[in-house]
């Protein structure tokens, strides 16, 4: 029977990867650096490859380490996932739960979801992580994270989700602009040149744009904001014309005098809201009682 790594090992080369240097992957594992730096080399005897080239005041992953990092973090993932099923079985969403969320979903879901979830949950203790959808999937798939919050489409292999609700995308105009009118938005009307928009990594600019199928504009004079509020006050100041999404509407985000919200088109554009998890997760349950919870209205 062939010697395996140890969850020990593996640990150990994560943090590695992590931190970049035996001292501060051994002060994060809580062991002495030739404790950390042992437990890398019994690694290496039990892979019969090197993991790390040792070179001064750097650690390397080789390609054999850097694909272990990879497998580890999923077989670590696997086994927390194993020992959080075993401390709370019988009790769903109770313990410590993380959960990621994109930026134009958090301000907007959470304030008016989180009292009821603590009700219908108290030994739930949420811990939140607001993030671009790349890197939530990413801790997904890490074992960073135990749920997120995110908008569909977005291409996600080895993920799973469940429905919260359809969010519709509107167009929003500074008032005296030929677009600040009344009703929908007639296909075609919008155009590369008036639209300002979040910066790339966005999934509602990509998801916008796909709807009312337009290319981004490209330039370096290209404005690209930050948030939803900057957006919002670009598009008062006139500088032209963008996308929100329903849900911020909603929530008053585009209650200014200089701002008129509109449809966009008459078959309006929508994102599905979801929360996503790793495909065979053992909090697949609780991320779907989660997202019963989260529903929009």
């Not at 994560?14 to 062991?31: D, I, N, P, T, Y």
């Not at 042992?38 to 019969?48: A, H, K, T, Y």
């Not at 009312?212 to 504009?217: D, K, Q, T």
């Not at 957006?231 to 209650?255: E, I, W």
Request: charged share 20%.
């Amino acid at each position: 029977m062939s010697v395996l790594p140890t969850l020990r090992q593996l640990q150990y080369l994560k943090l590695l990867a992590e931190h970049g240097s035996f001292s501060r992957a051994a002060e994060a594992a809580h062991v002495s650096q030739p404790a950390l730096s042992s437990g890398v080399q019994e690694l290496e005897r039990v892979l019969g490859a090197a993991v790390v080239e040792r070179t001064r005041g750097a650690v390397i992953l080789t390609a054999v380490g850097a694909e272990a990092v990879r497998r580890a973090e999923d077989v670590l993932a696997r086994a927390e996932d194993m020992v959080e099923a075993a401390q709370n079985a019988g009790k769903p969403l109770s313990g410590r739960f993380r959960l990621g969320i994109i930026p134009t979903v958090a301000p907007f879901l959470l304030p008016r979801t989180l009292p009821g979830l603590k009700t219908l949950y108290p030994g739930l203790r949420l811990f939140i992580r607001e993030d671009l959808t790349p890197r939530l999937i990413a801790g997904l798939k890490a074992g960073q994270l135990d749920a997120a919050v995110i908008a569909l489409p977005y291409d996600a292999p080895g993920i799973d989700h469940a429905h919260i609700g359809d969010d519709e995308i509107l167009a929003a105009a500074p008032v005296g602009h030929p677009l600040a009118g009344a009703g929908p938005i007639p296909a075609g009307m919008l155009k590369a040149d008036d639209l300002i928009l979040l910066e790339d990594g966005h999934c509602l600019r990509d998801q916008a744009l796909a709807a009312v199928n337009i290319e981004a504009p490209r330039g370096e004079d290209v404005f690209a904001a930050t948030s939803l509020h900057t957006l919002v006050q670009m598009v008062s100041s006139g500088l032209g014309v963008s996308f929100l999404p329903h849900m911020a509407v909603k929530a008053g985000l585009a209650d200014s005098p200089g701002v008129v919200v509109r449809p966009i088109s008459e078959d309006a554009p929508r994102r599905e809201i979801v929360v996503a998890w790793r495909a065979g997760s053992s909090r697949a349950a609780e991320a779907r009682l989660l997202a019963e919870a989260l529903k929009l209205d």
